[in-house]
Structure formats: C-alpha cells, structure tokens
C-alpha cells in the first residue's frame, strides 16, 4: 500500500476497531465530568466552565430558556449560584451514561443533584461533546429539573 | 488505486465533500419532525412514534424522569394526551436547528409549543438522530418546559 493511501485509512481504521481509542475518548469525557463536579464543590466556576465549548457558538438549554455562548453560560450560573442570598452548594452527578457518536462525539446523559441549605434540587441532563483541538468539551447541555 | 481501497475510502471520501450528501441528511430530518407534527396534528400517536427508534434503547427525558423504549414512550404520551379529560391540542416547532456529528448522527434542537383548550405549555427540545437501516430516526429525546 502507498504511505499516503495508509494515512488516509489511518483514522477510520483506527476508530473502528479502536476499543482503546473509544475507552480513551470516554475516560477523557468523565474526567471531565469530575473535574467540573469537583471544581463545583469548591466554588470555582471559572473551573467548572472549562468542560465547556469557549464559544459564541456554545449553546445551554434550561427549562424554557436558551442561553447562548460561553460567557452568557458563565454570567448565568454567576447570577443562580453566586448572587445575592445564593448558594452553590454540592453538586453530584448518578446515572452517567456516555455514548460516543463516531469518533469527535458524544451524547452523555445523567442525573444531576444539588445540595443547598434549604432545598435539594435535581434533574436530568444531556450533553453533547465534541472532540476540539483542545479535548473534548460540552457543546450542547440540556438541563431540566 | 486497487478497487478495495477505493471502496474502503468512498464513504468517508463522499461525507467529507458531500454538500449534498448532508443537503439530504438535512431534509431528512425535517421531513420526519414536519410528519411528527402533521401526525400529532390529526390525533395519530401511533404515527408521530414512527419517528422514534423502535428500540428498547430509545430513552426520553422530560423533567426529571427517564422513560426508556419505544413502547414506554408510546405509553407515557397516551396516558398524557390521550387519558381521561385530556387532549392533544395542537403542536407546532419552531427555531430548528439541524447539527449533524459527522454522516450518521444528528443533533437538532428546538422549541415545541402546544395549544390547548385551556392552557398553552411550551418549552425547548433536544433530539439526537441516528442513521438507521429503515432512515433517520430520534434516538434520545430530551423534552423541558
């Protein structure tokens, strides 16, 4: 086989037959997940956004409301979680189930929880991750409660 | 080029260059949402499913509760819309938005409005499509409001 007909092969070979590739893909994507719940937990969510998309294009679906970009994302979760008589409280994710769609997405469902002084809310979500040039990052988050 | 490597290189090939390959991805889908809603619109439950996977797999979240199958689903939408008292009013989709994650995954968000007797709930959706044998069908359907 000529080399340049060989690189061409290279990725699609290596996605379909790569369980290591697929099990990489989804450790990446969970620690993603923990590094958001933990950075969470510590109050910091400037380090919590960094699982997600830093664009205009990035897009957050809660309840009726769509949010649109990353710092719209970022201003949104300031004004819930962090303004006057707020709190973040700890946040857990259960039932994570990630499935990857080819190999530069994914569709990752769960359960979110939080506990606050006086109110434990919860729901579902839906993410959809994309492999960018600098990881995989949450393009899309459907949120609801 | 040997004839197997050309094969081995044509889906890709096509994908990647396929304007009108994705054009037709695009029209598609609507189609079938437009039929969802042609169908919900004449009371026909058995008929807006038919854009649902036919899957135990297929899983809906609305809220904060997961249905998982295709009969479930099929269930939870007559004893909501079809049980004592209800109805099924009338349906509309607006603001589509078609994303498709490389030849055989789709994202498309949107916002679904129904118009009842005496109330009009509304909210966003989140669908991912799969390319199946029988065509494009939603094989995760995260609903808010």
New interface residues.
């Given amino acids: 086989?000529r080399p340049l007909?060989a690189l061409?092969?290279l990725p699609?070979a290596l996605w379909a037959g790569g369980g290591g590739e697929k099990a990489d893909a989804r450790k990446a994507i969970r620690g993603i997940l923990d590094a958001q719940v933990a950075a969470w937990n510590k109050g910091d969510l400037e380090a919590f956004m960094a699982g997600y998309w830093k664009s205009e294009e990035l897009?957050f679906?809660?309840?009726?409301?769509?949010t649109k970009g990353w710092q719209a994302t970022l201003d949104r979760y300031r004004k819930r979680y962090q303004g006057e008589g707020r709190e973040m409280g700890k946040l857990a994710f259960s039932e994570l189930d990630v499935d990857l769609?080819?190999?530069?997405?994914a569709?990752v469902?769960g359960?979110w929880q939080l506990a606050l002084k006086k109110d434990n809310p919860?729901?579902?979500?839906?993410l959809?991750f994309r492999r960018l040039p600098g990881g995989w990052r949450i393009v899309?988050d459907?949120?609801?409660?």
Wanted: proline residues 0%.
């Fill in positions: 086989m007909l061409l092969l699609g897009s679906f809660s309840g009726k409301t769509k769609l080819g190999a530069d997405n569709l469902r359960r919860g729901g579902l979500f839906t959809v899309h459907h949120t609801s409660s």
